[in-house]
């Protein structure tokens, strides 16, 4: 039996399966975006490959198909803010940013369409499709070879998301790119490049017009409770030095007056919720491993009882946020948090 979406999403019901939630996107926010969305293909000239929308547990096109995927928490209201309240990160708040996401996944959509990744040109451009794939990847920030659009320097985890990243970017609605990335010179030959291929396409019929999907909402047995349960990102190394670095940052000097005093790790846990998304959109560092580095701060907090007057808090904020990115660099640059 069909449990009603409104019932079956609240935390009195996380274990019904996803399948069972009736989540579609008719009807919901999700169609509008997508309409407009369909007017920016149609304004770019892209008119020959039409993809197909789905939801699923995340944003992907199955490799050798035009199906675009959605993750399915972004179809209701209630649903990502729970994925926000989980994972601290949502690709796609809001129409906006869920336009982002569908111009990157349409470069997917538009490579795989023509096999552009088999061209030699496009080979010695962005690199070779065989090249592992790696979901931790190391950007270097502010590189000039690569387009920023997605958040994480995302051009940057693999050949394949290099181009969709340089797709996204060309293809965005008044953006002036050539004086976006006039001094990015790397990137800026990628994005002329892009546009020389699209005006040689735009007027063929797609090699590939397959529409199977992967991970189809519909499909789906296991249950929110399931979805979130896991926490990837995790590591099993223990930052070094972690109660130093704590007992240094809310010292305070013998004459501090006294006044009202909150536990430190109440201050870390107000700061888990946009924190990791930050660090991520100008780090690379994965939200889930900055949730995971937070969440053993407070867990050394709470173990060395240490507090803070209430009146310092938004120094100690930016102070904290200014340690979690130190370490995050560091975990980037080398693979450890404190080398």
């Given at each position: 039996m069909m449990i009603p979406f409104e019932e079956a999403t609240?935390?009195?019901?996380?274990?019904?399966?996803i399948r069972e939630l009736g989540l579609k996107i008719a009807g919901t926010g999700l169609e509008?975006?997508?309409a407009q969305f369909e007017k920016e293909l149609a304004v770019a000239g892209i008119a020959r490959v039409r993809p197909r929308y789905y939801l699923s547990t995340e944003w992907g096109v199955p490799e050798a198909t035009i199906a675009i995927a959605i993750p399915f928490y972004l179809v209701q209201p209630e649903l990502t803010l729970i994925h926000q309240e989980r994972a601290c990160h949502v690709e796609g708040a809001g129409p906006k940013e869920i336009l982002r996401y569908l111009r990157h996944e349409m470069g997917h959509v538009v490579n795989y369409a023509y096999r552009l990744h088999e061209r030699k040109d496009w080979v010695e451009r962005f690199g070779s499709m065989t090249r592992p794939y790696e979901e931790e990847y190391r950007p270097r920030p502010f590189s000039r070879e690569f387009v920023h659009h997605l958040p994480g320097w995302y051009a940057q985890k693999h050949p394949d998301e290099d181009w969709s990243e340089t797709f996204a970017v060309w293809m965005t609605p008044e953006l002036d790119w050539r004086k976006e990335y006039a001094k990015w010179?790397?990137?800026l030959r990628k994005l002329e490049y892009c546009e020389r291929i699209l005006l040689e396409t735009r007027d063929r019929d797609p090699v590939i017009t397959a529409t199977e999907l992967d991970g189809d909402v519909a499909t789906l047995s296991m249950s929110?409770?399931?979805f979130y349960q896991?926490?990837?990102?995790?590591s099993g190394e223990r930052v070094v030095g972690l109660d130093s670095m704590l007992t240094t940052?809310?010292?305070?000097?013998e004459s501090a007056e006294a006044g009202v005093r909150l536990a430190v790790s109440d201050l870390l846990h107000r700061v888990e919720r946009d924190l990791p998304g930050s660090v991520f959109h100008w780090t690379g560092h994965l939200p889930e491993r900055t949730r995971w580095l937070l969440q053993q701060m407070t867990e050394r907090a709470d173990a060395l009882a240490l507090t803070f007057r209430v009146e310092r808090e938004q120094e100690l904020t930016i102070a904290v946020t200014s340690l979690v990115t130190a370490l995050a660099m560091n975990w980037l640059q080398s693979g450890r948090y404190v080398p």
């Open positions: 609240t935390s009195a019901h996380p274990r019904v399966p509008p975006v997508i010179p790397g990137a929110l409770e399931q896991d926490s990837p990102g995790r940052l809310f010292s305070e000097p």
